[in-house]
């Protein structure tokens, strides 16, 4: 009995030595002490049991910390877009009040203090729209209904429809389409969406009056590629990383003359993963955004071959 009691204590000290550490441990967790491992040699079994414990903990040290930056930058996206919000609002109120107090007081003042309370109202309208839109892919209610579509004929479309709106703001388009039709699934609206905002970043950090904006369609056996490139400055290699990140603004001050609200990108990245495709940026002669979708299969091609497409010009400058 002796003897059996002497080794029944012996092994109750091994088995109790490692589940006492992971006891230790997990409290140290509970309290948010994330630094110190389970430090055992022994049994084979509980050595790989400490070590998958030691490896939770640093995954849940690591998804705090992700946690914390994620939350230090929706609040300052927070107080940024508060403050992108509050100037446009009290311009509009001051340029309204000149107006009824008689400041502009000839027709042409009257016109120009209108159309600049029209521009800030604007302004507003896209900040808001990105607020909405963000908050429908983060509860997974954002739309999405992909058709099968000739992206070339597409996206000529869609330049012929802002022609106007770009010969304003000084943009010019240089489209290469490709001879043959590429069809790929898109939700037209979100992917729209996307080319906007893509375009309207180029407009927002050009370095001279005049843009110009390459678009080159590359067909793949199993892909499509679209590269939009502009001819500004770029962005520094060490931020092109970040560029798609919730709430990234490249510059981390808002002492610039552009104010960015650090979700443009991050939208246009889950609308077209949403998609299937991905996004990426690079410095490539200005900045460049490569956009990659999958291609139909040549069935779908051949079904869709029955329905009338209008066909893009080749290339074509705006």
Do not use: W
């Not at 059996?4 to 012996?10: A, D, E, I, T, V």
Request: net charge negative; glycine share 6%.
């Amino acid at each position: 009995m002796g003897i059996s009691r002497y080794f029944s204590r012996k092994l109750e000290n091994r088995i109790m030595e490692p589940i006492e550490k992971l006891i230790d441990a997990a409290n140290r967790v509970e309290d948010g002490n994330f630094e110190e491992h389970v430090e055992y040699e022994g049994e084979e079994e509980f050595e790989k049991l400490c070590h998958s414990f030691n490896t939770m903990q640093d995954s849940l040290a690591a998804g705090v910390d992700r946690a914390e930056e994620y939350d230090k930058a929706k609040t300052e996206m927070i107080a940024g877009m508060s403050h992108d919000l509050r100037t446009p609002l009290t311009s509009i109120k001051g340029y309204i009040k000149g107006v009824k107090d008689g400041v502009a007081n000839t027709p042409q003042k009257q016109e120009q203090y209108l159309d600049i309370a029209y521009q800030k109202a604007c302004a507003m309208d896209v900040l808001l729209r990105k607020l909405s839109d963000f908050s429908k892919l983060e509860t997974g209610n954002m739309p999405m209904e992909p058709v099968a579509t000739d992206f070339g004929a597409f996206l000529q479309e869609m330049l012929d429809d802002n022609e106007q709106y770009l010969r304003e703001k000084d943009v010019n388009v240089i489209f290469f389409v490709p001879e043959e039709k590429v069809i790929t699934c898109i939700d037209h609206e979100q992917t729209k969406r996307v080319l906007r905002n893509i375009m309207e970043n180029s407009m927002k950090y050009r370095c001279r009056e005049q843009v110009l904006i390459r678009m080159n369609l590359i067909p793949n056996k199993e892909s499509v590629i679209l590269k939009i490139t502009d001819d500004g400055e770029g962005v520094p290699e060490e931020k092109l990383p970040h560029l798609f990140e919730q709430f990234y603004r490249g510059d981390e001050t808002r002492n610039s003359r552009i104010d960015g609200d650090g979700l443009g990108l991050y939208i246009a990245k889950r609308i077209i993963e949403q998609q299937g495709g991905s996004i990426s940026a690079s410095n490539h002669g200005g900045f460049c955004i490569t956009i990659i979708l999958p291609r139909v299969g040549e069935e779908q091609e051949q079904i869709l071959s029955l329905i009338h497409i209008s066909e893009p010009t080749r290339p074509r400058l705006i």
